[in-house]
């Protein structure tokens, strides 16, 4: 694996998690975003990394500085990518701009650059030929919290080069991951597989009226020893990937989801809830309920 030089495409709560911890380990990275304000707001989330690296990492002053210096900042997508060996691309989760992302990105990305999506959605063989290089273009997805929660799932598609899938699981390692191979395409890969219904369950046992997001978790945690419930975990993802989500099944004819939809939105996004990114989610933080010792009792 001889990568040196790194893109990420887009700069939202993941993307610049990826950005910061690739240029931890090391490499220098490229951002990219649509225009300077989006930039800004990735350099506060960067700085706001920096303690948070300190903390759980042990990481110094000095190192969390270095790893900033290592980061350049792009507006425009041809400079982004010049010598790039790798672009991972973290943009919305919604066909149309992936496609339009990676149209764009074929036009002005060098020959040798290997394009990496971190959905966590969608399937590389629905992009594969727009990116204009199937062989060399697969999936790459990272948990949020990315440095504690440090797997990178590997996922090709039946075109993707054998070689091109080694490198990747490779430069995983290489930024302190766990590197995880996937042998199929599976839409939500293993861990949204078993995520994603094990958080849809706890919320419709919400918006049913069965019980409320304390005791849900609550029973989660005593019962099976998981230190988060469901609603805890959705504080982490940020309430609007739910929402969208049952937003997205609900125009699919999905009733239930509806019902979520409507909920999150109502009682959580139209009062400015966003998740543990905004300090209101189910929970309040920091110091959340089920932190408290009591809690399980």
């Known amino acids: ?39 800004e707001k990735a350099k506060e989330r960067f700085h706001q990394l920096k303690p948070v690296y300190q903390e759980d990492l042990g990481a110094t002053k000095e190192d969390v500085n270095a790893a900033y210096n290592r980061l350049s900042f792009y507006s425009d997508l041809k400079q982004a990518v010049e010598g790039a060996d790798l672009v991972i691309e973290a943009v919305p989760e919604v066909v149309k701009i992936k496609n339009e992302f990676y149209t764009s990105l074929a036009k002005v990305a060098p020959e040798k650059t290997v394009f990496a999506s971190n959905s966590s ?9 727009v990116t204009g290089r199937p062989e ?23 075109g993707t080069d054998s070689k091109v899938f080694e490198e990747v ?8 991951m766990v590197a ?3 042998h199929k395409e599976q839409p939500g890969y293993i861990l949204n597989s078993l ?20 005791t849900i978790d609550k029973t989660w945690m005593i019962a099976t020893g998981a230190p988060k419930g469901p609603f805890a975990i959705l504080d982490v993802v940020g309430i609007n990937t739910p929402y969208n989500l049952s937003l997205a099944k609900a125009k699919a004819g999905d009733k239930d989801a509806a019902e979520v939809a409507e909920y999150l939105k109502t009682e ?6 966003l998740g543990k990114q905004n300090g209101k989610g189910f929970y309040d933080y920091p110091n959340p309920k089920f932190e408290d010792p009591d809690f399980l009792k």
């Open 195 to 214: 995520l994603v219904p094990f958080l849809d369950a706890g919320q419709q046992l919400l918006v049913k009226g069965v019980a409320d997001p304390e």
């Open 268 to 273: 959580f996004l139209d009062k400015g809830r």
């Open 1 to 39: 694996m001889d990568y040196k030089h790194i893109t990420v495409a887009g700069s939202g709560v993941l993307g610049s998690q990826i950005a910061f911890q690739t240029a931890y380990k090391g490499f220098n990275v490229s951002v990219y975003d649509i225009n300077d304000e989006a930039l």
């Open 121 to 129: 959605t969608l399937l590389p063989s629905q992009f594969a030929e």
């Open 169 to 176: 699981l490779e430069f995983a390692k290489a930024i302190g």
């Open 180 to 182: 995880l191979p996937l």
């Open 136 to 158: 060399k273009f697969l999936n790459l997805h990272f948990a949020n919290e990315i440095w504690k929660n440090n797997t990178a799932e590997v996922m090709g598609h039946s």
